[in-house]
């Protein structure tokens, strides 16, 4: 204290950090560093008066060491031609590290069928592009992989060379909650797929039929992000074809959520006709619930705890299933081909386009889409625990729809090659 009144204190010291992220590459790090904080103190009127926080004048930190082996993750879908549908052999795909370093981490080919499966060192917001000569490029932006998982891509309409200039896009925003058309959505178009910030190129206003169509857009591959008053936002890719019209790139938007609900919406393409949403989870009074067309609400003490809130038939979606409440323990989402829910043999819902969208409150959380080329009836979608979101993308057969679940910790088909009785 100078004078007894006041006085200046100082104080330094070192320190070490561990990091350890199983979602990233670098999946444990090691870190030493040195800090120091500076505060003041006064003595007026017998009151010591001092800094509510030190002030810190340096804090340096430095790399000790690394995890030498890298987590790893899966990329994993498919690439067709955007007119003929055919799966395209030979697209060579790059995987860059756009957040730091812009660095190419990760290379492959398709396959004959247009399938591709990747190793990838796991990080955030990378950038996938897709090229082959006699095509035009596709850039796929901000994409997650994270560590000891399969991440799959929607599948990739890669477009001939040929088709050039500007094409016609057009489409319907429809409604989660109750499937009619939305007017009045505004939408805004983004060069690249999944890309949700950056220049708008177009926009287009959807009429009272809920319709939307767009002719000023040059061949390519765009983000479509869709926003209303009191509506979750929520983006989709578009292709646009030079010289042709390609209709029912279609969109659903969700009336806004308080911020502890959840709410899962399925779409797909015209084929197969009705695929249904299946969700599990912990009943408060014991057991399990199961929410899904033959059982469209779970309730408990009067409540709606789960509700499946639309059941499309035919085609396309949406289908929607919103959890009001949640209670502690497993939920497990899971889609159902119940047109071809006899066959053992289909890749009809492997091939239905099938996209799920889950929304926590006012965000999109998380998407999926159906892993490709692959027989099965089942698609368990993903797990969730206290709002942690598990991806699984296992595809199963499954012939009767109430054999999803069953009266206890786990679901039915998740106990796999079981002998039987």
């Known amino acids: 204290m100078f004078y007894g009144l006041a006085g200046v204190s100082v104080s330094a010291g070192v320190f070490g950090e561990?990091?350890?992220?199983?979602?990233?590459?670098?999946?444990?790090?090691?870190?030493?560093?040195?800090?120091?904080?500076?505060?003041?103190?006064?003595?007026?009127?017998?009151?010591?008066?001092?800094?509510?926080?030190?002030?810190?004048?340096?804090?340096?930190?430095?790399?000790?060491?690394?995890?030498?082996?890298?987590?790893?993750?899966?990329?994993?879908?498919?690439?067709?031609?955007?007119?003929?549908?055919?799966?395209?052999?030979?697209?060579s795909i790059n995987v860059y590290n756009d957040l730091i370093t812009r660095d190419l981490i990760a290379s492959s080919q398709t396959e004959s069928d247009g399938s591709y499966s990747f190793s990838v060192n796991a990080g955030t917001e990378y950038r996938v592009t897709f090229s082959k000569t006699g095509y035009h490029e596709v850039t796929y932006n901000n994409v997650n992989i994270p560590g000891n998982q399969e991440t799959i891509l929607q599948t990739i309409m890669q477009i001939d060379e040929t088709y050039v200039g500007t094409g016609t896009i057009s489409g319907f925003i429809?409604?989660?909650?109750?499937?009619?058309?939305?007017?009045?959505?505004?939408?805004?178009?983004?060069?690249?797929?999944?890309?949700?910030?950056?220049?708008?190129?177009s926009t287009a206003v959807t009429n009272s039929s809920g319709a939307y169509s767009l002719s000023d857009l040059l061949t390519g591959y765009y983000t479509a992000e869709?926003?209303?008053?009191?509506?979750?936002?929520?983006?989709?890719?578009v292709v646009v074809v030079g010289g042709i019209t390609s209709s029912g790139?279609?969109?659903v938007i969700t009336p806004l959520l308080s911020s502890d609900e959840i709410r899962i919406v399925l779409t797909w393409g015209a084929s197969p006709s009705d695929l249904d949403s299946h969700i599990t989870g912990p009943d408060p009074s014991g057991g399990r619930f199961h929410v899904y067309y033959s059982n469209r609400n779970f309730y408990h003490n009067s409540e709606v705890y789960c509700n499946l809130d639309v059941d499309d038939t035919s085609s396309y979606g949406p289908e929607t299933v919103t959890i009001s409440h949640q209670t502690g323990g497993l939920y497990r989402y899971?889609?159902?081909?119940?047109?071809?829910?006899?066959?053992?043999?289909?890749?009809?819902?492997?091939?239905?386009?099938?996209?799920?969208?889950?929304?926590f409150g006012s965000l999109l959380v998380q998407t999926f889409y159906v892993p490709t080329a692959t027989v099965g009836t089942l698609w368990t979608v993903f797990e969730m625990y206290d709002n942690q979101i598990v991806p699984q993308n296992l595809m199963t057969n499954e012939s009767s729809p109430g054999s999803i679940t069953k009266n206890g910790k786990t679901d039915a088909k998740l106990m796999q090659n079981l002998p039987k009785k």
């Not at 790090?29 to 926080?53: Q, R």
């Not at 499937?179 to 190129?201: I, K």
């Open 18 to 91: 561990v990091i350890i992220d199983p979602a990233i590459a670098d999946w444990w790090s090691l870190w030493a560093g040195f800090h120091g904080n500076v505060a003041i103190d006064a003595d007026i009127f017998s009151d010591i008066i001092d800094t509510p926080e030190p002030w810190q004048i340096f804090n340096t930190r430095f790399l000790v060491q690394k995890a030498t082996n890298p987590i790893q993750g899966t990329l994993r879908g498919r690439v067709k031609d955007a007119v003929s549908t055919q799966g395209i052999a030979g697209v």
């Open 174 to 201: 429809y409604n989660a909650l109750t499937s009619y058309p939305v007017e009045g959505v505004t939408l805004y178009f983004r060069q690249g797929w999944n890309t949700q910030a950056g220049a708008v190129l």
């Open 249 to 251: 790139q279609n969109g």
């Open 226 to 237: 869709a926003s209303k008053a009191e509506y979750n936002t929520t983006y989709f890719n």
């Open 334 to 359: 899971s889609v159902h081909d119940f047109t071809n829910r006899n066959s053992t043999t289909s890749q009809a819902l492997s091939n239905s386009g099938a996209t799920v969208r889950v929304y």
